[in-house]
């Protein structure tokens, strides 16, 4: 496996290392954030999955600037 490889793979597995552990805690979250305010916990549900295709989509800009396209 060469380090450009290698290097993508970890940043995979951490991300959605990262995303799995959200997803573990967020209905404690949205039940904590609910009793405030229904809108709000709303929003930051929505903020946490458009967050998730936000970095990966972010991820592939910087590989094709990278790579030259």
Do not use: E, K, T
């Not at 990262?18 to 009793?35: D, Q, S, T």
């Not at 946490?48 to 972010?58: C, E, K, P, S």
């Amino acid at each position: 496996m060469d380090q450009g490889s290698r290097n993508s793979a970890i940043a995979a597995a951490l991300i959605l290392i990262f995303f799995g552990g959200g997803w573990f805690v967020m209905p404690p979250l949205m039940r904590a954030v609910g009793g405030y305010s229904v809108p709000v916990a709303f929003f930051v549900a929505a903020l946490f999955v458009g967050a998730f295709f936000v970095i990966f989509w972010l991820r592939s800009r910087s590989q094709r600037h990278r790579n030259g396209n």
